[in-house]
């Protein structure tokens, strides 16, 4: 967002102070002051001055991290500020105007006339700045909008079209012809719980987020379904915080890891498979973990679509504040950990 703003900085910066200098020379042409020499002099050096000090007023706005303070600490410090530097502004005009002007009368170094219209000039510029900003961190705000809202489409088509179908939603329906004389009432459940997971995998493309509790329901029909295929090659555990439940995630964020860990990882277990799903709350994060029998062997199984769209959603949703690693926890599980920042 700043490299953004400081491209048009210096145009700003040179064009605004050599427009005051303009509007200075037709102020004093029509009320008949000359224009000569020393009054040129006293302008650059004015438009270097006010520059100069603007320019440490930006940098003292980035080291303060001013840009991102709440408005009521901002109507303090953002006056304090511009007042400082009004101040050493009028003090050093002052000095420049008894060297360039000695045959005047010069009372004080400091003239009230003088900082008044300097503050405001100064509050101007400090105005105009925030706006550029903002301006700037709106357009970001769209662009990112429209990249998430574009992973999210892409995320549901791919899930339905690349997951669901060769994998997960053959196995399934054979899963439940073969509950049908066995087992109806447990077939007629299962039905259910596979078209809870279409049903939510359709309706994820106009959601950026779901409360965790929604999502939970879907990997459990997930898992649900799973187990008819597995039985006990699949053993699920659940360590929930209930008062992570409210908590917003991307939608079918867990549902994707989830599945990761049955397609890499037990699928491959001969027996005793396990899967288990925790969500608590670490310091200032909400923290999910998967962890999976298995090991990861070759990294290039965990960088497929699913994962990379997570790593992509979580970044376009919370920038760098929310984080996603997946690795081997001992010989024989991986564990996958989303941070999402409350």
């Given at each position: 967002m700043l490299k953004n703003i400081s491209k048009y900085y210096w145009w700003c910066q040179v064009g605004g102070w050599f427009t005051w200098m303009v509007f200075n020379v037709i102020l004093s042409k029509y009320y008949g002051r000359p224009?000569?020499?020393?009054?040129?002099?006293?302008?650059v050096s004015l438009i270097l001055l006010g520059i100069g000090l603007t320019h440490a007023l930006r940098w003292f706005i980035l080291k303060l991290n001013l840009l991102e303070y709440p408005l009521n600490k901002l109507l303090i410090a953002i006056p304090l500020?511009?007042?400082?530097?009004?101040?050493?502004?009028?003090?050093?005009?002052?000095?420049?105007?008894?060297?360039?002007?000695?045959?005047?009368?010069?009372?004080h170094l400091f003239s009230l006339w003088r900082f008044i219209p300097t503050a405001l000039l100064i509050m101007v510029w400090t105005a105009l700045y925030y706006m550029g900003y903002y301006f700037q961190k709106d357009?970001?705000?769209?662009?990112?909008?429209?990249?998430?809202?574009?992973?999210?489409?892409?995320?549901e088509l791919r899930t339905i079209k690349s997951q669901l179908n060769p994998h997960?939603?053959?196995?399934?329906?054979?899963?439940?012809?073969?509950?049908?004389?066995?087992?109806?009432n447990r077939a007629r459940t299962a039905i259910t719980e596979l078209s809870n997971i279409l049903r939510a995998s359709i309706k994820v493309e106009k959601l950026e987020t779901v409360s965790l509790k929604r999502e939970l329901g879907i990997v459990k029909d997930y898992l649900a379904v799973?187990?008819?295929?597995?039985?006990?090659?699949?053993?699920?555990?659940?360590?929930?915080?209930?008062?992570?439940?409210?908590?917003r995630v991307?939608?079918?964020?867990?549902?994707?890891?989830?599945?990761n860990a049955i397609k890499h990882g037990i699928s491959h277990i001969v027996s005793n498979?396990?899967?288990?799903?925790?969500?608590?709350?670490?310091?200032?994060?909400?923290?999910?973990?998967?962890?999976?029998?298995?090991?990861?062997?070759?990294?290039?199984?965990?960088?497929?679509?699913?994962?990379?769209?997570?790593?992509?959603?979580?970044?376009?949703?919370?920038?760098?504040?929310?984080?996603?690693?997946?690795?081997?926890?001992?010989?024989?599980?991986?564990?996958?950990?989303?941070?999402i920042p409350l």
């Open positions: 224009l000569n020499g020393t009054f040129f002099i006293d302008q500020l511009v007042i400082l530097c009004a101040v050493v502004l009028n003090l050093i005009r002052g000095v420049e105007l008894i060297n360039l002007y000695p045959e005047r009368h010069h009372h357009q970001q705000y769209q662009i990112d909008r429209l990249q998430l809202e574009s992973t999210v489409k892409d995320l997960f939603l053959f196995n399934a329906l054979n899963s439940i012809r073969a509950l049908v004389d066995e087992n109806p799973e187990h008819i295929r597995f039985e006990d090659r699949l053993q699920v555990s659940y360590e929930i915080d209930d008062n992570t439940l409210d908590f991307p939608p079918m964020m867990l549902q994707t890891l989830v599945e498979g396990r899967v288990k799903i925790i969500s608590k709350i670490s310091g200032d994060s909400h923290e999910i973990r998967v962890y999976n029998s298995g090991q990861i062997i070759e990294n290039k199984e965990h960088k497929g679509f699913g994962l990379e769209s997570t790593r992509q959603r979580l970044e376009l949703l919370y920038k760098n504040k929310a984080t996603f690693e997946i690795h081997n926890s001992g010989s024989d599980m991986v564990e996958a950990i989303v941070k």
